[in-house]
């Protein structure tokens, strides 16, 4: 009996052993973020596919979601961010991919001039209040939310103005300093500035759709061509519309994710 229980023991000694050895595996964590008024339903097939692949993801509601509203700053997305860095660490990821599609990938950028992450894949980035047409678009709410910070109104909420790609226009009621925040063209969303500030050894993807908008293709290739020297960066251009890029990008992702990001 005493053999008996000894070697059961044993067995479960070792099979401990392998469940701890299987925990422990190094794993890469993915952060994925959708784009302008957009919500995490509409990536859950790029999501289900990252996870598909063995990568710990994280599928998170940005505060540009149409639920949410603009309803945090900068600062506070990059919490945001660092929170569910943090969950995926905890799930034991060792090396961390950032993956944004449209203002996802503005978002994403941002975070990448402020904190070190493995990777950073940009897919059809949009957002760029620098822009020229976006400047003029949103001249008017930049001058009403300055008009309001400066008299000590920043945290009240007014209707600002908004664009989306297709020509889609609405206004939206948020805080007056979380609109400068997204939307004054020298704010931290400045997109062509933060191109500049990626943090060297970052390894970038930018993926490009075909069927993009002109006017917002040509605005973020040209600011790509700004990357600093000391990132890891690579440029590819999908089959695809603005809208469906993620889901066409699958491929290419994961076949990225695989040669670059080394356990």
């Not at 980035?125 to 008299?151: C, D, I, N, Q």
């Amino acid at each position: 009996m005493q053999r008996i229980v000894a070697v059961g023991l044993s067995g479960m000694a070792l099979w401990l052993g392998l469940v701890c050895a299987v925990a422990a595996e190094p794993k890469i964590g993915v952060v994925v973020m959708h784009g302008k008024w957009g919500n995490p339903g509409q990536l859950s097939g790029f999501a289900n596919s990252m996870e598909a692949s063995g990568y710990l993801t994280a599928n998170i509601e940005m505060p540009w979601s149409g639920r949410r509203a603009y309803d945090t700053g900068a600062d506070g997305f990059v919490v945001e961010i660092d929170a569910a860095i943090l969950a995926l660490k905890d799930k034991g990821a060792t090396k961390i991919v950032l993956i944004g599609h449209s203002l996802g990938a503005a978002g994403g950028l941002h975070y990448v001039t402020r904190k070190p992450a493995d990777g950073f894949i940009a897919i059809a980035p949009g957002h760029a209040p620098e822009g020229e047409r976006l400047a003029t678009m949103f001249a008017a709410s930049v001058a009403k939310a300055k008009a309001m910070v400066a008299k000590g109104e920043g945290d009240e909420k007014s209707g600002f103005d908004d664009f989306n790609t297709g020509n889609r226009t609405k206004q939206i009621r948020m805080a007056a300093k979380v609109y400068l925040d997204f939307f004054d063209p020298n704010g931290p969303m400045n997109f062509t500035a933060n191109v500049t500030k990626v943090l060297p050894g970052t390894h970038v993807l930018w993926v490009t759709p075909t069927g993009e908008e002109a006017g917002l293709k040509g605005l973020t290739v040209r600011a790509a061509a700004s990357m600093p020297a000391t990132v890891k960066f690579k440029k590819v251009e999908i089959e695809a519309e603005h809208m469906n890029a993620p889901e066409r990008s699958v491929e290419v992702v994961l076949a990225w994710i695989r040669d670059n990001i080394k356990m």
